[in-house]
């Protein structure tokens, strides 16, 4: 990741997508907080009310959303690689509609609320575009050795980068706009997650021998702190509300596992459905989307008990939370 370029801003205004139609969407009738849970396998988008685990409605999109970020309480923006479409989602008016266009092969969002900043990976043009939300407009664009997998946003508005063809971070400055470090990482990394002051990546293993591990790097001098080994195949990793503890879910076996990080050993793992693609947290409850079993697991934090399975739609594939974790 060391070609960087700048380029002119380029405004979209709302004439350019004068063709594009507004959708009508079902939005659910609740007060309480709601997962949002977008499906691979149908162009749908499915609620489910976290305070009664249950799901509370569903609705069409224009197409397939594989990844999505929450921009206010009542919208959120979502991408699938083979659209060139930004789709944002108005829970306020009910409607689906182009947020701005850019090229086809976006892969992953990130926002940064304190700068009003939108981070967009391009596989195919091996980039990531700027995006001024406010003005809708592309402000910079980084461009990399190679495709970026992952982003993850850091302290101080940092921005980590995963690259599979190379196995490396990245870490980009906005405000220098400059790379800061980065470093190799293990073979076929996956699951970035950002925890204090380490990199954390699970991974699928490479050849012909599948990961079971996560590994621990500091991102300043590439150094491996920490090797865990948990189940096979870990793909996903989020946070914990006590100290030292991370879940990490793995979709090879199927199963959630509790990790301390001092101790270096797994503290506890639950089995969960087929093909688990996405974990999050809210509060004291991790939900688990199964890409397989068409359903989400609902999950104590706190002894990795299976509180409930919910049936949804098929193909649950990525979850966003109305709280932050």
């Known amino acids: 990741m060391r070609r960087i370029w700048f380029g002119l801003s380029i405004i979209f205004c709302a004439g350019l997508f004068a063709g594009c139609n507004d959708q009508a969407i079902d939005v659910p009738d ?48 979502g991408i699938n690689s083979s659209n060139s479409r930004i789709l944002e989602i108005d829970l306020e008016t ?7 266009e850019l090229e ?15 981070y967009i990976s391009n596989l195919e043009e ?24 992952e982003l ?13 063809e190379e196995d490396e971070v990245s870490v980009y400055d906005p405000v220098t ?3 800061q470090s980065h470093f190799s990482v293990n073979a076929s990394p996956a699951g970035m997650y950002k925890s204090n002051e380490l990199v954390w990546l699970g991974g699928h293993g490479s050849n012909g021998e599948l990961n079971r591990n996560i590994y621990a790097y ?49 503290v506890d793992k639950v089995e969960v459905g087929q093909n688990p693609n996405d974990v999050k947290r809210v509060g004291n409850e991790l939900y688990v989307a ?31 939370s109305e709280v932050d974790s």
């Open 104 to 118: 086809e092969g976006m892969s992953r969002l990130v926002y940064d609320p304190t700068s009003d900043i939108l």
């Open 218 to 266: 500091d991102p300043t001098t590439g150094e491996q702190k920490a090797e865990i080994e948990v189940g096979l195949m870990p793909i996903a990793i989020t946070d914990s509300d006590q100290p030292n503890v991370l879940f990490v879910l793995c979709h090879g076996d199927h199963s959630l596992y509790k990790v301390n990080t001092e101790t270096k050993q797994v």
């Open 30 to 77: 609740s007060e309480n907080p709601v997962m949002y849970i977008t499906h691979a396998k149908e162009a749908t988008l499915s609620y489910l009310d976290t305070e009664q685990d249950k799901e509370i409605g569903s609705t069409e999109l224009p197409y397939v959303l594989t990844d999505m970020v929450k921009l206010s309480a009542h919208s959120f923006i």
């Open 94 to 100: 009910g409607k689906a509609r182009t947020f701005m």
């Open 177 to 179: 706009e400059k790379v």
């Open 290 to 320: 199964n890409f397989d079993s068409d359903s989400i697991s609902i999950i104590d934090a706190t002894d990795l008990t299976l509180k409930k399975t919910v049936p949804v739609s098929k193909g649950p594939y990525f979850l966003l």
């Open 126 to 149: 091996k980039s990531i575009k700027i995006i001024d939300i406010e003005t809708k407009s592309e402000t910079a664009t980084i461009q990399l050795d190679s495709a970026p997998k």
């Open 152 to 164: 993850k946003l850091g302290e101080n508005g940092l921005l980590y980068v995963l690259t599979t």
